[in-house]
């Protein structure tokens, strides 16, 4: 691949589904395993065949998107060729793509930013087809899109939300295609042709029309994939990543701590009197006190005193105080927000 790569990664949605903490931050920054599933999502991008032969364009959301994820991205990735572009109006995957028209030429990816997943990009430099969905086999597809496949294993179409259980391929939000002006066209004859679903342009719509015109889409199957776009989902995935990159406890300020793996506690944490883990993420300047959490994230700024958390999602610099009394809460609550019993 001798063309530079561009990378698009779509955030502009409200991210409704991770309330309350989408209501003062973009989804993509929320914390999971240490890093923001932003962070996890570039993590990806390493494996690329030549991954200094790059340009990402983010697409954002109005507000906290464009406030939030530009000076994000210049802090943690100052080296990298980026663009952004605002989409005002939520009319769906494809209406964000051509918005971002002047920075497509050439190859290029989609990855949505709520998605994160194994795999090893490195076959990119070889790919001779017009287009790769990746995809997973599920249990039960009908909540999800699917590929459907001919003889030969090339994508015939895509399903959203099929009736049958027979078809289980489920695409997972990540796609590349060989060239984006194919792409931007299939979009424009979409819009012309007005497919839509519940007033949104999708993007497996556009890359079925570029199959009407004789594009040649195959699939890439994984077996892990990971889900940021719910609390649930969120909680979930901080285990499996735990479970996967192993404990990472740096010097933190701690006075009769108990640990249990795998945990990840940053630097300038204070904890004293309390147990840690199984599956706890506890972020930056935190304070804990005479409590116990266990499969939460905790996020940066917190301070938990006298409380015993489990499955819980604290926000930045929110505090939580109990009475110590060893009751287990489930608490899922957004930054500077206080809760006291």
Same mark, same amino acid.
């Given at each position: ?11 502009? #949605?409200?991210?409704?589904?991770? *309330? ?13 395993? #240490?890093?923001?599933?932003?962070? &996890? ?11 200094? @032969? ?18 994000? +991205? ?20 494809? &209406?964000?793509?051509?918005?971002? /028209? ?50 030969? #294993? ?28 194919? %792409? %931007?066209?299939? +979009? ?10 519940? #007033?949104?342009?999708?993007? $497996?719509?556009?890359? $079925? ?9 195959? !699939?890439?199957?994984?077996? !892990?994939?990971?889900?940021?776009? !719910? ?5 979930? $995935? ?6 996967? +990159?192993?404990?990472?406890?740096? $010097?933190?300020?701690?006075? @009769? ?8 506690? &940053?630097?300038?944490?204070? +904890?004293?009197?309390? /147990? ?39 926000? *930045? ?5 109990? *009475?110590?009394?060893? &009751? ?14």
């Amino acid at each position: 691949m001798t063309e530079t790569l561009k990378i698009v990664i779509p955030m502009a #949605g409200w991210g409704t589904r991770m *309330r309350p903490h989408t209501w003062s931050k973009p989804k993509p920054l929320v914390s999971v395993a #240490g890093k923001t599933s932003l962070e &996890h999502l570039m993590d990806m991008f390493k494996t690329l065949p030549d991954p200094e @032969n790059v340009e990402y364009v983010f697409i954002l959301g109005p507000y906290l998107g464009e406030m939030q994820i530009p000076p994000f +991205i210049q802090k943690n990735y100052p080296n990298i060729k980026s663009s952004f572009v605002v989409q005002q109006e939520m009319k769906g995957q494809s &209406h964000a793509l051509a918005l971002a /028209r002047e920075y497509l030429h050439g190859p290029m990816m989609v990855c949505f930013s709520d998605t994160l997943m194994e795999t090893d990009f490195s076959f990119l430099a070889q790919e001779e087809s017009d287009g790769v969905a990746w995809v997973m086999p599920v249990e039960d597809p009908r909540r999800f899109g699917v590929a459907e496949l001919n003889n030969e #294993g090339w994508v015939t179409r895509f399903i959203e939300k099929p009736q049958s259980i027979d078809n289980n391929l489920v695409v997972v939000g990540c796609y590349y295609f060989k060239s984006s002006e194919q %792409l %931007l066209a299939a +979009i424009d004859e979409q819009m012309e042709r007005g497919i839509m679903l519940k #007033g949104e342009y999708f993007l $497996t719509d556009t890359i $079925t029309v570029m199959i009407e015109h004789g594009a040649k889409v195959r !699939t890439n199957q994984i077996s !892990t994939w990971l889900d940021t776009g !719910t609390i649930e989902a969120t909680l979930d $995935t901080n285990k499996t990543l735990l479970d996967k +990159i192993g404990s990472n406890v740096q $010097t933190f300020k701690r006075s @009769n701590v108990e640990i249990i793996q795998p945990v990840v506690i &940053h630097e300038s944490a204070e +904890i004293s009197n309390s /147990r840690i883990g199984p599956y706890a993420s506890i972020g930056a300047d935190c304070k804990i006190e005479n409590s116990q959490i266990a499969e939460s994230i905790i996020e940066a700024g917190c301070e938990i005193k006298d409380a015993t958390l489990s499955r819980s999602l604290i926000g *930045r610099q929110a505090k939580v105080k109990a *009475r110590g009394d060893g &009751h287990v809460m489930q608490l899922n609550i957004s930054d500077t927000s206080s809760v006291i019993l």
